[in-house]
């Protein structure tokens, strides 16, 4: 192997002398972000974002700094059902209410987990992603559809963003640290053979994290009033419990749904459905699926379900 000497980093700036383009660029990225290079402003005139089927849906809804994307998609495909069936202008479903729960059964998923990793070494690759990972916000078609089978769902009224739960970064950091803490605590209880107490410290986990997470998001409702108009008029169904909202005007329609991909890799055969080891959220919910479909079949079934009037 042969190292840079100080002749060969003399040689490289003589070659970069001799190339003005690159002295023009440099003198420009002084001042600009490099991405900026790569903008092709010459296309940008023929994007202009018509359509031959638009589906007209609410407004946008605004995730701010969390990753709560899937829930935000998941809640948007069903209060447009919410806003039809009550002719509603603008309806939200709570994103903080299917966060909170999604929160608590991570922790639970990871607390229960731990379980398959007392034997293994510290440096096992698995317990070691697990462990880095930790919980985020991010999550799959199916665990929404366990989270709101298990929780039902809420007006936005009846539980509102907060700071931490619109920018959870800073809070996961610190749920994590908790969560490595009690994987080394109970992997210490297995190995001096105190397996009795996994369970004390399983509940004291818990609980710690569920005051934590209370603190940040707010105490999820039990009950609520369903206040709105329509057609300006004011309305109000009183003390509906989240599971009875979801299934009474929603007529659990997410099972109607199935997660569907494309991975073209000969390890994935179309026409068969694949899972991920360790993804999850609700233990005994659904499991965590994806039905992998050629292209043409998976573009066909999505304009399909637009063509049908329902977002995708």
Not at 96 to 113: H, M, P, S, W
Not at 122 to 151: A, C, H, N, P
Not at 259 to 269: N, R
């Amino acid at each position: 192997m042969k190292p840079i000497e100080l002749k060969d980093i003399q040689k490289l700036q003589t070659s970069y002398d001799q190339k003005p383009v690159q002295n023009a660029l440099r003198r420009v990225l002084s001042k600009n972000e490099l991405s900026n290079l790569f903008d092709k402003t010459e296309v940008k005139p023929s994007v202009q974002f018509k359509f031959s089927h638009e589906i007209k849906t609410l407004p946008v809804t605004y995730q701010k700094q969390s990753g709560r994307c899937w829930i935000f998609a998941g809640l948007n495909l069903l209060r447009e059902q919410i806003a039809n069936r009550f002719e509603l202008k603008d309806f939200e479903l709570s994103q903080n209410y299917i966060a909170f729960y999604d929160k608590l059964e991570k922790i639970n998923y990871f607390i229960e987990v731990m379980d398959d990793f007392l034997e293994v070494d510290q440096d096992d690759r698995t317990l070691q992603f697990l462990l880095k990972q930790g919980i985020q916000d991010g999550g799959q078609w199916d665990m929404f559809v366990s989270l709101v089978e298990k929780y039902g769902v809420v007006p936005k009224e009846a539980m509102v963003e907060t700071s931490s739960s619109s920018n959870t970064r800073f809070m996961n950091q610190l749920i994590n640290v908790k969560l490595r803490q009690y994987a080394a605590n109970v992997r210490r209880l297995y190995a001096e053979g105190k397996k009795d107490e996994i369970q004390a410290l399983k509940v004291k986990a818990l609980d710690e994290l569920f005051t934590f997470l209370t603190t940040n998001f707010g105490l999820p409702p039990q009950a609520f009033d369903f206040e709105y108009i329509s057609k300006d008029e004011y309305k109000i169904i009183k003390d509906l419990k989240p599971v009875q909202f979801y299934k009474e005007y929603l007529k659990d329609t997410l099972k109607d749904y199935v997660s569907i991909i494309h991975a073209p890799t000969k390890d994935k055969p179309y026409m068969k459905t694949y899972t991920v080891k360790y993804l999850g959220n609700v233990i005994g919910g659904r499991e965590i699926k994806y039905l992998n479909l050629e292209i043409d079949e998976l573009k066909a079934l999505v304009l399909k379900q637009l063509l049908n009037n329902e977002p995708v």
